[in-house]
């Protein structure tokens, strides 16, 4: 419906921008820049009929960029953005008098409005950061696809150290990270964990029905700020089927937790302590790692609060060795503790050197 309604509002819609474009610049729009802005419109309306959002996102990703490159502030760059995508819901009320004003199509209007905004800051952030930006997967379309179904899923903001428990509820839940970083770890039945992986924006997990009373399970901690997606198992199975190719990205994310898993039991079964805790000291290096101030140039801070006991839970082990270990790796020069809880890595290759011995 909202498909059809749009491109009848297609004519007032770009006599709006025109006029718009006219009280802005004081000149009249130049006509590639009328044809640009017409391309962008019929992405709008392709992807509202065909549920595909990768083109438009990339256009809008693509304006968020040139806006960063034109020296707009952010601010201005989502105000602008903000203002440009309210046309289309005055177009279409003014195109579609009589069947416009659910209150369902407002509400898609906006859902469309806050797809557009967060990918033109994308693309902002994507040069302001001076990263390389990454490229649109079928996950993101499944993302896109769960913003404009809220009724499906829960958004769910995670505080540094802030956890996700045992599932009982359900037979299955589906998440995936929005931002941030999370431990995902097994809760043994000793009561110890074991950490599987560490989790950034784009990774997928699931979560299957504990029985009540048993320690035995899938959980996870914020290791930053963080916010994730959470949807059941009747409406995860209803999502892919609309978006056949996020099933992909999806399963390919579970295959690699399911091989970081294995690689995990074997390193348990055959590795010491000694291995687990170099290798978990490198990757929390490569994860939360930032220059530090010391005169080592290989020298990082793990930035992220790391107490002997949130280590051995990482690794399987008790607090009392985890202890000594580190003790141990201090007597050495490698590592040094800092009053913020946090560990500062003296010499990386020191570490790499005695995780290669370990391994031996």
Not at 70 to 98: F, P, Q, W, Y
Not at 324 to 339: D, P, S
Request: glycine fraction near 4%; charge should be negative.
């Amino acid at each position: 419906m909202l498909a059809t309604l749009l491109r009848k509002s297609t004519p007032v819609y770009r006599d709006l921008w025109i006029e718009q474009s006219r009280t802005s610049f004081a000149t009249e729009p130049k006509a590639e820049v009328v044809s640009q802005h017409h391309g962008y419109w019929e992405a709008i309306v392709h992807a509202v009929d065909t549920d595909e959002f990768s083109e438009l996102m990339k256009l809008a990703r693509e304006a968020g960029r040139y806006q960063f490159s034109s020296g707009l502030d952010l601010s201005a760059a989502v105000k602008r953005t903000v203002e440009a995508t309210n046309m289309i819901e005055i177009a279409l009320l003014e195109a579609n008098r009589d069947e416009a004003s659910t209150l369902a199509v407002i509400t898609e209007i906006a859902d469309l409005r806050s797809m557009i905004v967060m990918a033109v800051v994308s693309g902002y952030n994507a040069l302001l950061n001076a990263a390389p930006e990454r490229p649109a997967t079928s996950s993101d379309m499944l993302r896109a696809t769960l913003m404009r179904s809220p009724e499906k899923y829960s958004s769910q903001k995670l505080a540094a150290g802030e956890e996700i428990g045992p599932l009982y509820d359900q037979e299955m839940r589906f998440y995936t990270i929005e931002s941030g970083k999370l431990r995902l770890y097994n809760l043994l039945p000793n009561g110890r964990t074991i950490t599987l992986s560490i989790l950034s924006e784009g990774d997928v997990f699931f979560q299957w029905r504990s029985q009540t009373g048993s320690l035995s399970c899938i959980c996870a901690e914020a290791m930053q700020p963080s916010r994730v997606i959470a949807v059941p198992e009747k409406e995860f199975v209803g999502l892919l089927g609309a978006q056949p190719a996020a099933a992909i990205d999806v399963i390919g994310n579970f295959a690699r937790r399911l091989t970081e898993s294995q690689v995990i039991i074997e390193e348990l079964m055959n590795n010491s302590i000694n291995l687990r805790l170099y290798r978990t000291l490198l990757e929390l290096a490569r994860e939360f790692g930032r220059p530090s101030a010391s005169a080592s140039a290989n020298a990082v801070v793990i930035d992220v609060p790391l107490t002997h006991q949130r280590l051995a839970d990482m690794i399987g082990s008790n607090r009392v060795t985890v202890t000594r270990k580190l003790i141990e790796l201090q007597k050495r020069g490698v590592i040094a503790a800092r009053g913020t809880g946090s560990i500062e890595i003296l010499d990386l290759d020191a570490l790499n050197r005695l995780t290669a011995q370990a391994n031996d």
